[in-house]
């Protein structure tokens, strides 16, 4: 594991991945700072570029939508989109959240730049960015400081509901004022030469992702039309699903689902989520034990991540993988039964 200094607010791990603490991998005060914020040079173009990002895929639903009612839908368009959710998936679950932000187990310079990159082709931002905004929500997970959660600052009803709902899901990523300061919530990467060229190199990843999309329609159907569909349904529908089921993990699983653990906030397990999230969605299980490469705890919690993790490390992609033993989740479910 990392060893990050106590000025950064990085949380020193032990040497051996065996003994990796159930905790998250950032400490912090009780109050943020502003030196807990990332500072933005252009609001407002931020949030024009996220809203052109939100928005495209949106209309990209609806051309696909007129093309199912034409009948024009080709199998090529289904496989398209298939891998690349699952690529661009796994380049968020596996690598931005259990490698970059967590460091569940560690991996070859190049097995990181691998994930660093599919996770970029997500557009979801730049792997730094995202992972500082991640380590802060864990530092400060349901409480002033949390960028995306749907209970902070929110009203009582219904309507307070549906607020803080939509907070969590989508409007936290128009403000700017929680982000998580890249000093102080990613040092470690910052430092590390591959994936900081990945995280500034981000608008390229973001535009060969689309171009992948396009090469592979072309390749499976054999035609130009055939990428151009490929480009919609690899692109902008792709898009689409794996970004509103990724938010899903800041709004949903925090307000629905079940709770073995008592970890200090809302996070919950979501069953019916954990495919299409790759097993993200047993988030109640992630919050008792951050670093745990396995979210999903046992065969009826199924964890595609984490499998993945599990193979590559059968295969010597993967070593250091942290794993909880079952003495300390009993441990933990016992205290939650009894508190």
């Given amino acids: 594991m990392y060893q990050e200094q106590r000025s950064q607010l990085v949380e020193a791990a032990p040497a051996g991945a065996a003994a990796a603490e159930d905790r998250p991998a950032i400490q912090a005060a009780e109050r943020p700072g502003d030196d807990h914020v990332q500072p933005v040079s252009s609001e407002s173009l931020h949030r024009t570029i996220t809203g052109i990002i939100t928005i495209a895929p949106f209309i990209g639903l609806g051309i696909a ?60 931002g730049p792997v730094i960015s995202w992972v500082a905004d991640h380590r802060k929500h864990h530092a400060f997970s349901d409480k002033p400081g949390d960028p995306h959660s749907p209970h902070v600052n929110c009203t009582a009803g219904w309507r307070g509901m549906l607020s803080g709902l939509g907070h969590a899901h989508v409007g936290w990523l128009f403000i700017h004022t929680d982000r998580g300061c890249h000093e102080r919530y990613a040092p470690d990467l910052i430092a590390d030469p591959v994936v900081s060229f990945v995280s500034k190199t981000f608008l390229f ?19 130009v039309d055939a990428g151009w569909t490929g480009l919609l349904w690899g692109g902008a529908i792709r898009m689409l699903v794996v970004h509103h089921v990724t938010y899903s993990i800041n709004s949903l699983c925090h307000f629905f689902g079940r709770k073995p653990f008592a970890t200090g906030d809302e996070s919950r397990n979501l069953a019916w989520l954990s495919i299409f999230t790759f097993g993200e969605a047993w988030h109640n299980n992630h919050h008792a034990f951050p670093t745990s490469a396995l979210h999903g705890f046992g065969w009826r919690q199924p964890d595609i991540s984490g499998w993945v993790i599990r193979g590559m490390e059968r295969l010597g992609l993967a070593w250091d993988v942290v794993y909880i033993s079952e003495a300390r989740k009993q441990n933990k479910l016992k205290a939650a039964a009894a508190a």
């Fill in 205 to 223: 990843w973001a535009i060969a992702g689309l171009a992948l999309s396009f090469g592979l329609g072309y390749a499976i159907g054999g035609t």
């Fill in 65 to 124: 939508a007129w093309q199912l009612w034409d009948g024009l839908l080709h199998p090529s368009d289904l496989a398209v989109f298939g891998i690349m959710y699952v690529l661009t998936g796994l380049g968020v679950t596996v690598g931005f959240h259990r490698l970059f932000t967590h460091r569940s187990f560690k991996t070859s310079p190049a097995m990181r730049g691998l994930f660093a990159v599919l996770g970029s082709v997500a557009i979801e």
